[in-house]
Nanobody, 126 residues
Framework: VQLQASGGGLVQAGGSLRLSCAGS????????MGWFRQAPGKEREFVAA????????HYTDSVKGRFTISRDNARSTVALQMNSLKSEDTAVYYC????????????????????WGQGTDVTVSS
């Protein structure tokens, strides 16, 4: 699955952004999907993940209640709705995908993912 992320930008603290990741249509519904981020000088960290069927999701603690991950298998897209943004959310955001044999599997570490998009920059000004 080839991935293309978009939707990043500059936003004030407290604002919202919606990231989107478009995948190639072939086998998209067989892939677990996730969003990760990498701030300057830091390692890539997990943000949110969603299972093949969209029924299972998982979030890192710092974004729970503020971010929502969703997917549309018919359109081969996955989205990350980010509300109540904070300056510490500033990073390059990457979407990832990996084949999952089971419909309910979520993957939460970078080394579980075999495909990555190019990243989209999110800057939150305080």
């Amino acid at each position: 699955v080839q991935l293309q992320a978009s939707g990043g930008g500059l936003v004030q603290a407290g604002g919202s952004l919606r990231l989107s990741c478009a995948g190639s249509r072939r086998n998209f519904n067989q892939h677990a999907m996730g969003w990760f981020r990498q701030a300057p000088g830091k390692e890539r960290e997990f943000v949110a993940a969603i299972s093949r069927n969209g029924y299972n999701t998982h979030y890192t603690d710092s974004v729970k209640g503020r971010f929502t991950i969703s997917r549309d298998n018919a359109r081969s897209t996955v989205a990350l709705q980010m509300n109540s943004l904070k300056s510490e959310d500033t990073a390059v955001y990457y979407c990832g995908s990996d084949y999952a044999r089971r419909m309910e599997t979520v993957k939460v570490t970078p080394n579980e993912y075999s495909n990555w998009g190019q990243g989209t920059d999110v800057t939150v000004s305080s």
